[in-house]
């Protein structure tokens, strides 16, 4: 058996498979690294590879991709464009490459079906009778963007999902060859030791942390509007406080790929300069640790600020319900920053009360599967398949 191991991002990708990857290779399973970073405009982690040790093989080029000034007619020729640099980037440049290093590759295990280039990978490696494995990342509903592929729904052998509950979500619109195993996520086990927090609620709030992530190239939002959202909602929630009388700091913390300089720069133009911007590749739990309730939009982050027993609110976009189950299942709080209402949803989310804290452990019961085992788990499924 030799087991590849596609990636392109150098964190949470390789959060959640480093750890199967060191089971595999105490099993005497040979694994490799393909690193497709660059090509996502970040960097292979090599020091961390190296000092494992783990083989790994990286691109060093970036796709080319087309511009445009706005204009309707330019946007569809943009996306033509970049349509047509990503057919031939792949048949010129990726394809030749995988075709050696994937060579007596029996099994390969990727983090992304849908998003470029992983949907001509799964092609290719279905082509090739390798036997594909999809390990849940992070996407758990759908995105505006896949207007017609869904994560997860393009006929991968193997969907290894975090739990139960996103299970029963990619039952319903994967191909009916994949088979979909709930054994959850390595990525989460760090957090998952923490579970004893929930035995201690803050019961004060002064820090609250909003995490940002993409949900403009996810097309729930423009890139305009989701930087509107972002100053909106800090204002907001500063003048709420300012209001009240109360001390209250406000953190912003990035997706990694959105840059933490250019929303520093936005909040400073704003008059909200006072506002920390972590940096993108700050440990999410120690952030999480470092505050007492946390904002997201559209982000599994949420996940992690309930492990940590800390108090979770959603902001809810416009043209969109709330995002996730997280408010649908009733653990976390309702923020609409262009609702009349805000005001008292501040005051339930900012109170001493913790209303939801007590559905916070069946969630994660139905969230996360073998919490804290989950890499053996894993391990082992993947070196009994054929």
């Known amino acids: 058996m030799k087991v590849d191991i596609i ?31 660059e090509v996502r405009k970040f960097r292979t982690p090599e020091k961390l590879f190296n000092d494992i040790p783990v083989p790994y093989k990286k691109f060093n080029i970036k796709v ?15 996306l033509l464009v970049s349509f047509l640099m990503r057919q031939t980037f792949w048949f010129t440049v990726l394809r030749p490459k995988l ?15 849908t998003a470029y280039p992983g949907n001509f990978i799964v092609s290719y490696l ?81 820090k609250v942390a909003i995490f940002g992530n993409p949900i403009d190239d996810q097309k729930f939002v423009t890139h305009d509007e989701k930087n509107a959202i972002y100053v909106d909602l800090a204002r907001t929630i500063c003048d709420y406080a300012k209001s009240k009388n109360r001390k209250l700091e406000v953190v912003f913390k990035n997706h990694p790929r959105e840059s933490p300089e250019y929303l520093r720069d936005i909040l400073q133009k704003n008059g909200l300069g006072h506002i920390k911007v972590y940096e993108s590749n700050s440990d999410i739990d120690i952030v999480i640790n470092t505050v007492d309730a946390g904002i997201v939009f559209a982000s599994t982050v949420g996940i992690n600020v309930i492990v940590h ?45 913790h209303y939801h804290f007590r559905n916070y452990r069946y969630y994660l019961d139905r969230f996360a599967a073998n919490a804290g085992n989950s890499e053996h788990v894993v391990a082992k499924f993947i070196s009994e398949l054929e």
């Open 99 to 113: 075709r050696r290093w994937l060579k007596g590759t029996t099994h390969a295990i990727l983090l992304n079906d």
């Open 126 to 206: 279905k082509n090739k009778k390798v036997k594909t494995i999809l390990m849940q990342e992070g996407i758990r509903f759908p995105l505006p963007v896949e207007a017609v592929n869904n994560y997860g729904s393009s006929g991968v052998d193997y969907l290894v999902t975090w739990g139960v509950k996103s299970k029963e979500y990619f039952d319903t619109i994967v191909h009916p060859r994949t088979q979909v195993v709930a054994l959850g996520s390595p990525g989460f086990d760090k957090s998952l030791y923490l579970q004893q927090s929930l035995d201690s609620v803050p019961d004060k709030i002064e």
């Open 309 to 353: 027993g800390k108090k979770l609110a959603v902001v809810k976009l416009k043209n969109h319900d709330y995002l996730g189950d997280y408010v649908q299942d009733n653990v976390a709080y309702s923020l609409n920053i262009y609702n009349p209402e805000i005001t008292e949803q501040l005051d339930d989310f900012l109170s001493g009360e």
């Open 64 to 78: 080319p991709k087309g511009k445009s000034n706005g204009s309707k007619e330019t946007k569809w020729y943009s």
């Open 7 to 37: 990636i392109t991002n150098p964190n949470h990708h390789v959060l959640i498979t480093l750890p199967v990857a060191r089971q595999l290779q105490k099993q005497r399973i040979e694994v490799n690294y393909i690193s497709l970073c």
